[in-house]
Structures are given as structure tokens and as C-alpha cells.
């Protein structure tokens, strides 16, 4: 198993850019997440996905979108890049949340807007 | 408002030196309290699940533990291969979506 990937690993756009952030993931999970990790941060949720076909908002969703077409794939989309969305992202899946057995991450993709 | 912290920011260690890192949280109806190993440019890796104050949990040398407020990740014997960033996460009940919160971790050196 890959377990949880993502592409592209780096990335600097200019302001004003779009973009799409890839996440699969192989072990047939339900669950899958999206994450912003800033320096000195902790994650932040921006949006989570319980199935194909359903999303919800997460904590810090302003400036992003995703869909869930498939178990297995949760893109991200950046519309009109700003600077404040400079950050490293990660990608999350789980079986559930009850009982919760932890998330597994894929490596995270590392953004700059310039 | 749910929350949670972790302290210290950072620590250095001598190896074989032990500590504990800390975790405290305030959240509504914890379901359950979480450790996250990550290392540099890496995804965060799942280390331990707890569930109920009073549980532990060990994996090699570390051993995790629950009260009502906090956790403790103790680490025994540290090696340099041991140097990471501890994330912990709690995740809070009583909504639709089971939230998960992670703290800001604390980052170890195990100094050969």
C-alpha cells in the first residue's frame, strides 16, 4: 500500500493563481481531510470529506474548495492564490471517527504565494 | 472554547537523559487524545490513541498517559533517532463531526 499521496510536493504561485492540490489515498478509507500547518500552529482543518460524494467545511475553509468524486481521491482547489495562503498542506484519511483510530498523512505539500 | 497545548515549545536532551512532554487540554465530551510523531518535511505518523483517564499506552521507549486535563508523553532512555515533532490532538464529541484539535507540538533533540 502507497497509503496517503500527494502531488505536487512544492509549489510557488504568484497572486491571483489557481491550483489544484492531488491527495489519493489506497486503503479504502471513508474519511479524508484536509489540514494547513503554519509555523508555530497547530493543523488546521479546512475541509473533510465522510464519503464519495459528500464534504463539509472545516475550520479555516475561506479560499479553498474540494469535491470527492471517488473513495479514493479529495482535491483541493485554490482559487485566486494569496499570500495568507503560503503554508505547508497535508492530506488525511481514516476509517471513521468512532472509535477513532488516528489519521494516516500523505508528506504534505509545500505552497508559496508570492 | 476547545483548546489545546503543549509545552515545552521545545527540548533538548542528552541521549539516554528521560523527560516528559506535556498536553493539556479543555474540550466538551473528549472522546479521545491522540500522539503524532513528525518529522522534518514529513506528514505526521499516529503513535497512540487514549481514551479514558488513567490509560496508558507504551511503544518501544515511549509511554503515554491520561488524566482529565493533560497528557503525558514520557520518553525513557532517549536516542537521537528518537528527534521529532510530538503533535497532540484531542478529539471532542457532541457535534455532527467529531472534531479533531491538535496543539502546536513540541519540538525534542537527542543530543549523541
Known amino acids: 500500500n502507497a497509503g496517503v499521496t500527494q502531488t505536487p510536493k512544492f509549489r510557488i504561485l504568484k497572486i491571483g493563481q489557481s491550483m489544484t492540490l492531488q491527495c489519493t489515498q489506497d486503503?479504502?478509507?471513508?474519511?479524508m481531510y484536509w489540514y494547513r500547518q503554519d509555523p508555530g500552529m497547530g493543523l488546521k482543518l479546512i475541509y473533510y470529506?465522510?464519503?464519495?460524494?459528500?464534504?463539509d467545511k472545516g475550520e479555516v475553509p475561506n479560499g479553498y474548495n474540494v469535491s470527492r468524486s471517488t473513495t479514493e481521491d479529495f482535491p483541493l482547489r485554490l482559487e485566486l492564490a494569496a499570500p495568507s495562503q503560503t503554508s505547508v498542506y497535508f492530506c488525511?484519511?481514516?476509517?471513521?471517527?468512532?472509535?477513532?483510530?488516528?489519521?494516516?498523512f500523505g508528506p504534505g505539500t509545500r505552497l508559496t504565494v508570492l | 472554547e476547545d483548546q489545546v497545548t503543549q509545552s515545552p515549545e521545545a527540548l533538548r536532551l542528552q541521549e539516554g537523559e528521560s523527560s516528559s512532554l506535556n498536553c493539556s487540554y479543555t474540550?466538551?465530551?473528549?472522546?479521545?487524545l491522540f500522539w503524532y510523531r513528525q518529522d522534518p518535511g514529513k506528514g505526521p505518523e499516529f503513535l497512540f490513541t487514549?481514551?479514558?483517564a488513567g490509560e496508558e499506552k507504551e511503544k518501544e521507549r515511549l509511554k503515554a498517559t491520561l488524566t482529565k486535563k493533560e497528557s503525558f508523553l514520557h520518553i525513557t532512555a532517549p536516542k537521537p533517532e528518537d528527534s521529532a515533532t510530538y503533535l497532540c490532538?484531542?478529539?471532542?464529541?457532541?457535534?455532527?463531526?467529531?472534531?479533531?484539535?491538535f496543539g502546536p507540538g513540541t519540538s525534542l533533540s537527542v543530543i549523541p
Open positions: 488525511a484519511s481514516s476509517t471513521g471517527t468512532s472509535p477513532f483510530r488516528g489519521q494516516f
Open positions: 486503503m479504502n478509507h471513508n474519511y
Open positions: 470529506s465522510v464519503g464519495a460524494g459528500i464534504t
Open positions: 474540550v466538551s465530551g473528549l472522546r479521545g
Open positions: 487514549l481514551y479514558s
Open positions: 490532538a484531542v478529539q471532542a464529541g457532541g457535534t455532527s463531526y467529531d472534531k479533531v484539535i
